[in-house]
T-cell receptor
Framework: KAGVTQTPRYLIKTRGQQVTLSCSPI?????VSWYQQTPGQGLQFLFE???????NKGNFPGRFSGRQFSNSRSEMNVSTLELGDSALYLC??????????????????FGPGTRLTVL | QKEVEQDPGPLSVPEGAIVSLNCTYS??????FMWYRQYSRKGPELLMY????GNKEDGRFTAQVDKSSKYISLFIRDSQPSDSATYLC???????????FGQGTTLQVKP
C-alpha cells in the first residue's frame, strides 16, 4: 500500500507570496492532519480534516488555511508568507483518528514533508 | 510551560546498549501515547502506540506509560547504528485528530 505523499518536496518563496502544498493520504484513509515542524518549536498542529470538513484547528494565524477534497486529498495554503514560515510542513493520514474510542488502534501516518524556505 | 517535555539530547551510546528515552506531560486528559522515529530529511515513522497506562513490547522496543506520574518511556534494547535518529513522543486526549509532540531526542548509536 502506498504511503502518504506530499508535493512538492521543496519550495523556495519570497516574503509576501503565497504557497499551496498538497497531500495525498493512504488509500482508504479519510482523516488528514497538517503539522509545522521547526527547530525551535518542534512539531505543531495546524488543522485536521475529515470528510471535507475541518474538525480541529491549532493556534496559527488565519494566513494558514486548508481544505480537503472528496477523494480525501488535502491542500494547505499559506498567504502573505513571512520569514518565520520557513519550516517542514508535514501531513499525516489516518482512517479516522478518533482516539476517544477505547482500543482504537487508528494512528497517524506521516508523509515525507514539504520543505518551505521563505527568503 | 509546554504540555509535553522531552530532553532534546543529544544522546550518544555504544552499539548494543540499552537506550532509555522519556517524556513528561502536564495534561491529565491525554489517553493515547505514541513514539515516532524521524530520520534526517524524512517524515516521522510510527514506532509504538499505547492506550492508557501499561507496557507494550514490539521486538527490541518497549513502551511504558505511567499516567499517575504523567511519564512515558521508550526502551531500545541491543541498540544498532541504524537506530540513530530523532525520537519523538506524541500524545492525544482523544477525538481531536491532534497530536501534541515533545521536542524530540536525538540519538546516536556508535559502532
Amino acid at each position: 500500500k502506498a504511503g502518504v505523499t506530499q508535493t512538492p518536496r521543496y519550495l523556495i518563496k519570497t516574503r509576501g507570496q503565497q504557497v499551496t502544498l498538497s497531500c495525498s493520504p493512504i488509500s482508504g484513509h479519510r482523516s488528514v492532519s497538517w503539522y509545522q515542524q521547526t527547530p525551535g518549536q518542534g512539531l505543531q498542529f495546524l488543522f485536521e480534516y475529515f470528510s471535507e470538513t475541518q474538525r480541529n484547528k491549532g493556534n496559527f494565524p488565519g494566513r494558514f488555511s486548508g481544505r480537503q477534497f472528496s477523494n480525501s486529498r488535502s491542500e494547505m495554503n499559506v498567504s502573505t508568507l513571512e520569514l518565520g514560515d520557513s519550516a517542514l510542513y508535514l501531513c499525516a493520514s489516518s482512517l479516522d483518528f478518533r482516539t476517544g474510542l477505547a482500543g482504537n488502534t487508528d494512528t497517524q501516518y506521516f508523509g515525507p514533508g514539504t520543505r518551505l524556505t521563505v527568503l | 510551560q509546554k504540555e509535553v517535555e522531552q530532553d532534546p539530547g543529544p544522546l550518544s551510546v555504544p552499539e548494543g546498549a540499552i537506550v532509555s528515552l522519556n517524556c513528561t506531560y502536564s495534561n491529565s486528559a491525554f489517553q493515547y501515547f505514541m513514539w515516532y522515529r524521524q530520520y534526517s530529511r524524512k517524515g516521522p515513522e510510527l514506532l509504538m502506540y499505547t492506550y492508557s497506562s501499561g507496557n507494550k513490547e514490539d521486538g527490541r522496543f518497549t513502551a511504558q506509560v505511567d499516567k499517575s506520574s504523567k511519564y512515558i518511556s521508550l526502551f531500545i534494547r541491543d541498540s544498532q547504528p541504524s537506530d540513530s535518529a530523532t525520537y519523538l513522543c506524541a500524545m492525544s486526549a482523544g477525538n481531536t485528530g491532534k497530536l501534541i509532540f515533545g521536542q524530540g531526542t536525538t540519538l546516536q548509536v556508535k559502532p
